[in-house]
C-alpha cells in the first residue's frame, strides 16, 4: 500500500486544520492507518491510530479531546481532523499503515507516507 498525506499548513494557535492521508493499493480496509508526528530535534512519536473498521481508536494523551480520526473505506483515505491546535502540536505529520486489526501495535506499522508540515503559531 502507498500513502499519501495532505492538508498540513499554518495556523494560529487555537485554530483548526484537518490532515487526510489516501492510499493506492488493494485492501486498504485491512490496515490499520496511524499517524505520527516528529518535532524538530525530536523523535517522532505516535499521535493516534484506528483500527480496520474504524470502530476502534487510540490517542496520545496530549491530544485527546482536541484530535478525531476517522476513514472512509470506500475512499481509501483516513482524516485527522486537528482543533485548538497549540504551538506544541507543530511538527512534520506522518501517516503509517499496519497490517493488522491491532491499531496499538506501534511496531506494525510498517508502510509510510510522505510527512505534511503542521505549524501552529502562538
Known amino acids: 500500500v502507498q500513502l499519501q498525506a495532505s492538508g498540513g499548513g499554518s495556523v494560529q494557535a487555537g485554530g483548526s486544520l484537518r490532515l487526510s492521508c489516501e492510499a493506492s493499493?488493494?485492501?486498504?480496509?485491512?490496515?490499520?492507518i496511524g499517524w505520527f508526528r516528529q518535532a524538530p530535534g525530536k523523535e517522532r512519536e505516535f499521535v493516534v491510530a484506528?483500527?480496520?473498521?474504524?470502530?476502534?481508536?487510540y490517542y496520545v494523551d496530549s491530544v485527546k479531546g482536541r484530535f478525531t480520526i476517522s476513514r472512509d473505506n470506500a475512499e481509501n483515505t483516513v482524516y485527522l481532523q486537528m482543533n485548538n491546535l497549540k504551538p506544541e502540536d507543530t511538527a512534520v505529520y506522518f501517516c503509517?499503515?499496519?497490517?493488522?486489526?491491532?491499531?496499538?501495535?506501534?511496531?506494525?506499522?510498517?508502510?509510510w507516507g510522505q510527512g505534511t508540515q503542521v505549524t501552529v503559531s502562538s
Open positions: 484506528i483500527s480496520w473498521s474504524g470502530s476502534v481508536t
Open positions: 493499493g488493494r485492501s486498504f480496509r485491512r490496515y490499520s
Open positions: 503509517a499503515a499496519n497490517p493488522s486489526d491491532r491499531a496499538s501495535q506501534l511496531s506494525g506499522y510498517e508502510y
